[in-house]
């Protein structure tokens, strides 16, 4: 009985071995999509103004990017700092923003709020580089202070935070195309 219990809590480990290597389930089952979708429906449908300011405040050219040497994990760090950023910037004061829809706003914030959560679970899965492209990370940080600085300057006005979302928008979308590329290369490899 005794190894029976033991042959099974062995090939039981071995088989979550094998699956945890495949790296993270929400990105790897493709569960993160349908909230991503909605994430960014939401945000595009939020926007009730036409804004011909664009802020100069173009996203980082390496950002959202795939790079032979990085690991899976530093890519899935990366998006969970943008996430981490964006929810950030969507809890600070949006007092002016009268024309934005409170209850798709709070289903937004709690949108970004489930991806941060759900990629933060995903990183105690994965395997890093050393630097974990922590110059990478302290740009697209810096990125994301402008938009603080921007709507502060402003004075959070609602036309600044129509340019912030225009610009939240464009991460989004790219954020899912990475989140989609690191999929692929899950399904790909076993080298999370």
């Not at 996203?59 to 996430?83: R, S, T």
């Not at 829809?101 to 914030?109: G, H, M, P, Q, Y």
């Not at 939240?168 to 080298?191: G, K, Y």
Request: one cysteine or more.
């Amino acid at each position: 009985m005794g190894r029976n219990i033991f042959a099974f809590c062995f090939v039981l480990s071995l088989l979550c071995g094998c699956c945890s290597s495949l790296g993270c389930k929400w990105i790897r089952d493709d569960l993160y999509k349908p909230t991503s979708k909605e994430t960014m429906n939401l945000l595009k449908h939020m926007g009730k103004e036409f804004v011909k300011e664009r802020a100069h405040m173009h996203i980082p050219p390496k950002a959202y990017k795939m790079h032979k040497h990085i690991k899976l994990g530093d890519n899935v760090f990366e998006v969970y700092e943008a996430f981490l950023n964006i929810s950030k910037i969507f809890n600070l004061n949006q007092d002016s923003v009268t024309t934005w829809n409170r209850t798709a706003l709070d289903i937004f914030r709690n949108n970004l709020y489930r991806q941060t959560k759900e990629l933060k679970s995903c990183m105690q899965e994965m395997k890093y580089s050393d630097n974990r492209r922590s110059t990478e990370i302290k740009t697209l940080e810096s990125y994301f202070k402008k938009f603080e600085h921007f709507l502060e300057n402003k004075n959070y006005s609602a036309h600044a935070w129509e340019v912030i979302r225009i610009q939240v928008q464009d991460n989004l979308e790219r954020m899912d195309r990475f989140t989609a590329h690191i999929r692929t290369h899950m399904m790909d490899n076993s080298n999370v």
